[in-house]
């Protein structure tokens, strides 16, 4: 008598089960890049704390950030990512350098560790190639503390290109004053702490 086989339905060990998909660095940059080319970002930008002032002697693009309109609490910082996206992305294509001003900021202008962590890491390598010069104005403890423990452990790429200038005349010597707009508060403390002696009218802007 023929024995009745069953028909024992076996896995394929041949395929590999299906792995979950992990966005990579690019495509989340990507990614980020287009909401931020089609999101309301009016927020962030009307606060006026990051904008790019003219260029350097060299011609660079000079981008400006002021600490003090940085409110950590009233902030998106999300969408503060998103501008900062925006703003760079067309102008890091080339050479170009920060201006980030201090000057009166406090405690609640200071961005969380893990959110410039996070910055840091999303700006693909671009950003920080074609990154020349990062000038500090106006410094404190807190200032050269974060910049001296972040270029040491997460980005000792860029080390040598941070500079902590004590005045703004100091970047004269880089871009000249016409293609630097800052706020008024700013010339106006630096004229406290240094004096007024090189906000003069420049008789010759060639």
Known sequence: MAMDTMAVEMPDLATPA?????ETQ???YERLLRRARSEDLSEVSGIGCLYQSGVDRLGRPVVIFIGKWFPIADIDLDKALLYLIK?????VRGDYVIAYFHTLASSGNHPPFSWLKEVYTVLPYKYKKNLKAFYIVHPTFWTKMMTWWFTTFMAP???AKVHNLPGVEYLYSVMQPHQLEVPAFVTE???TINGMHYFQPETNNT
């Open 18 to 22: 299906p792995r979950p998909l992990v």
């Open 26 to 28: 690019e495509e989340k």
């Open 189 to 191: 403390y630096d004229m």
């Open 157 to 159: 790429a860029i080390k």
């Open 87 to 91: 703003l760079l992305d067309p102008i």
